[in-house]
């Protein structure tokens, strides 16, 4: 565009150029000085846009015409008005206005108040002081701020996300002798960042019984082709609604008697490669999850401590009911072999969720009831078993800071000698803020193998960092 309208100029330029020079000793020379001028601003203002700048200044203004002017003047003055019409309106398409320029000036007549007000938060902008009122004595200027030392803020844009989080307890038996009556049960360390826009990874560090350990640490794509995510490293595998939970963010001081005795005292973790994604269909209006997963796990209950390969699938399904509850149903198989133990298990689970939050009430109120079943089936040394557990769990908040739960556990021995435990756990938990809660817990256990104890639990939690109680 302005290439074509530098032509444009030139051409009848060129062509009254040779009647003006004619001319130059008439006194009419004078509007003909002022055309070439304008001429001359408008080449300026080319110039600066062919250069990728945007001219600044006002438009063009050309002479008026006087009586006696040769008419000559007046089409090459018509000309270069139009052209100059056509190069603005190249400039506001090309060179939106300056907030400055767009912003009106206040006028004279501002009161004393709105100008004092206009310079507080002018220097509030700024992160500086406001300046002295108009007509103030230079000795009354406010201190300056020193010179900040602190680097930009982007300086730890590097830098992974870090949280910290800590679990105390006390313990009280009803029988026995006591000891070990206080304990750290685990400090944790998070790590979390973004690689680069394809990737991600999370790191969990655990600190118990004066041994780290990996509790996680994987990475992981998100937004692959077929809306897939996969996951490569060590993660929680998806067995249940919360065997992914981390152990300070369950709603009991421990996982479910279930998962302790099926899957290992602390769940199951596996070291392997993880796919997951939402079906393109709806079933009821629903939203459908799927996992697969290949790993290594280390099951003493399921695999006897061996470690060859474990596959694993789940489907959870999800289905808002209405504003305040939803439905969550889950189905959950996972198996592998150890053939130095002659063993082969099969585990199949079901899981149910049930939430009631209404959304008038906030974080203030919600009452959450889970539900889950499995069928252990093991083949050991030629002999095949079928065992099974289940657990109840119903927990209620009933203010922004006090939650009440109870949950009721029963499981079978996964193999060998029949041995069915049961447990009775009530909790009254007490959130100082979102980053410390305190709990007691209450419970009773009952083994038909160790007979029955009572258990008095006081549990400090607390947490630092951007990510703290994490719940899946």
Same mark, same amino acid.
């Given at each position: 565009?302005?290439?074509?309208?530098?032509?444009?100029?030139?051409?009848?330029? %060129?062509?009254?150029?040779?009647?003006?020079?004619?001319?130059?000793?008439?006194?009419?020379?004078?509007?003909? *000085?002022?055309?070439?001028?304008?001429?001359?601003?408008?080449? #300026?203002?080319?110039?600066?846009?062919?250069?990728?700048?945007?001219?600044?200044?006002?438009?063009?203004?050309?002479?008026?015409?006087?009586?006696? $002017?040769?008419?000559?003047?007046?089409?090459?003055? %018509?000309?270069?008005?139009? =052209?100059? %019409?056509?190069?603005?309106?190249?400039? !506001?398409?090309?060179?939106?206005?300056?907030?400055? #320029?767009?912003?009106?000036?206040?006028?004279?007549?501002?009161?004393? *108040?709105?100008?004092?007000?206009?310079? !507080?938060?002018?220097?509030?902008?700024?992160?500086?002081?406001?300046?002295?009122?108009?007509? %103030?004595?230079?000795?009354?200027?406010?201190?300056?701020?020193?010179? &900040? /030392?602190?680097?930009?803020?982007?300086?730890?844009?590097?830098?992974?996300?870090?949280?910290?989080?800590?679990?105390?307890?006390?313990?009280?038996?009803?029988?026995?002798?006591?000891?070990?009556?206080?304990?750290?049960?685990?400090?944790?360390?998070?790590?979390?960042? #973004?690689?680069?826009? @394809? &990737?991600?990874?999370?790191?969990?560090?655990?600190?118990?019984?004066?041994?780290?350990?990996?509790?996680?640490?994987?990475?992981?794509?998100?937004?692959?082709?077929?809306?897939?995510?996969?996951?490569?490293?060590?993660?929680?595998?998806?067995? +249940? *609604?919360?065997?992914?939970?981390?152990?300070?963010?369950?709603?009991?001081?421990?996982?479910?008697?279930?998962?302790?005795?099926?899957?290992?005292?602390?769940?199951?973790?596996?070291?392997?490669?993880? =796919?997951?994604?939402?079906?393109?269909?709806?079933?009821?209006?629903?939203?459908?999850?799927?996992?697969?997963?290949?790993?290594?796990?280390?099951?003493?209950?399921?695999?006897?401590?061996?470690?060859?390969?474990?596959?694993?699938?789940?489907?959870?399904?999800?289905?808002?009911?209405?504003?305040?509850?939803? #439905?969550?149903?889950?189905?959950?198989?996972?198996?592998?072999?150890?053939?130095?133990?002659?063993?082969?298990?099969?585990?199949? +689970?079901?899981?149910?969720?049930?939430?009631?939050?209404?959304?008038?009430?906030?974080?203030?109120?919600?009452?959450?009831?889970?539900?889950?079943?499995?069928?252990?089936?093991?083949?050991?040394? +030629?002999? /095949?078993?079928?065992?099974?557990?289940?657990?109840?769990?119903?927990?209620?908040?009933?203010?922004?800071?006090?939650?009440?739960? !109870?949950?009721?556990?029963?499981?079978?021995?996964?193999? +060998?000698?029949? *041995?069915?435990?049961?447990?009775?756990?009530?909790?009254?938990?007490?959130?100082?803020?979102?980053?410390?809660?305190?709990?007691? $817990?209450?419970?009773?256990?009952?083994?038909?193998?160790?007979?029955?104890?009572?258990?008095?639990?006081? $549990?400090?939690?607390?947490?630092?960092?951007?990510?703290?109680?994490? /719940? @899946?």
């Amino acid at each position: 565009m302005p290439r074509n309208i530098r032509a444009a100029v030139w051409l009848p330029v %060129a062509l009254f150029m040779v009647p003006v020079t004619a001319r130059a000793q008439r006194p009419e020379t004078a509007r003909s *000085d002022s055309l070439q001028r304008a001429i001359s601003r408008l080449t #300026a203002r080319l110039d600066s846009l062919e250069a990728g700048q945007c001219p600044s200044g006002r438009a063009i203004a050309l002479p008026d015409r006087r009586p006696g $002017q040769q008419p000559s003047l007046d089409t090459l003055a %018509a000309a270069v008005q139009q =052209l100059s %019409a056509r190069l603005e309106r190249t400039i !506001a398409a090309r060179c939106p206005p300056s907030p400055e #320029a767009r912003a009106p000036q206040p006028s004279d007549t501002v009161s004393d *108040d709105l100008t004092a007000l206009r310079a !507080a938060a002018r220097a509030a902008a700024q992160g500086g002081q406001p300046g002295p009122a108009p007509g %103030a004595p230079a000795d009354t200027l406010p201190p300056q701020a020193a010179p &900040s /030392t602190a680097g930009p803020r982007s300086a730890n844009l590097l830098n992974p996300e870090i949280s910290a989080t800590g679990d105390f307890r006390l313990l009280a038996r009803d029988e026995g002798p006591q000891r070990d009556n206080g304990i750290v049960r685990e400090f944790e360390l998070s790590f979390q960042s #973004a690689l680069d826009p @394809y &990737s991600k990874t999370k790191i969990f560090l655990t600190f118990e019984n004066e041994e780290i350990g990996v509790e996680e640490g994987y990475i992981y794509y998100a937004g692959l082709p077929g809306r897939l995510r996969a996951d490569a490293g060590k993660f929680r595998q998806p067995i +249940g *609604d919360l065997n992914r939970w981390h152990l300070h963010a369950l709603p009991e001081t421990e996982y479910p008697l279930v998962y302790q005795r099926f899957l290992g005292e602390e769940g199951l973790s596996g070291i392997g490669v993880s =796919l997951y994604t939402t079906l393109p269909v709806s079933l009821a209006g629903g939203t459908h999850e799927v996992w697969l997963q290949g790993t290594t796990s280390e099951s003493e209950p399921l695999y006897a401590g061996g470690r060859q390969p474990t596959l694993l699938g789940r489907v959870q399904n999800f289905w808002q009911l209405t504003r305040s509850t939803y #439905a969550q149903v889950g189905f959950t198989a996972t198996g592998g072999n150890n053939s130095d133990a002659d063993l082969r298990s099969r585990l199949l +689970g079901l899981d149910f969720r049930f939430p009631y939050r209404p959304p008038e009430a906030g974080t203030r109120r919600d009452i959450t009831f889970r539900a889950e079943g499995y069928r252990l089936h093991s083949t050991e040394l +030629g002999t /095949t078993t079928n065992r099974y557990g289940t657990f109840v769990d119903l927990s209620a908040r009933l203010s922004r800071r006090w939650v009440v739960g !109870a949950r009721y556990d029963w499981v079978e021995a996964p193999r +060998g000698p029949e *041995d069915t435990q049961f447990r009775i756990t009530r909790t009254l938990a007490w959130w100082q803020s979102e980053f410390v809660y305190l709990r007691l $817990q209450g419970e009773h256990r009952d083994s038909d193998l160790e007979g029955k104890q009572n258990l008095l639990t006081f $549990q400090a939690v607390w947490a630092v960092g951007p990510h703290k109680h994490e /719940t @899946y």
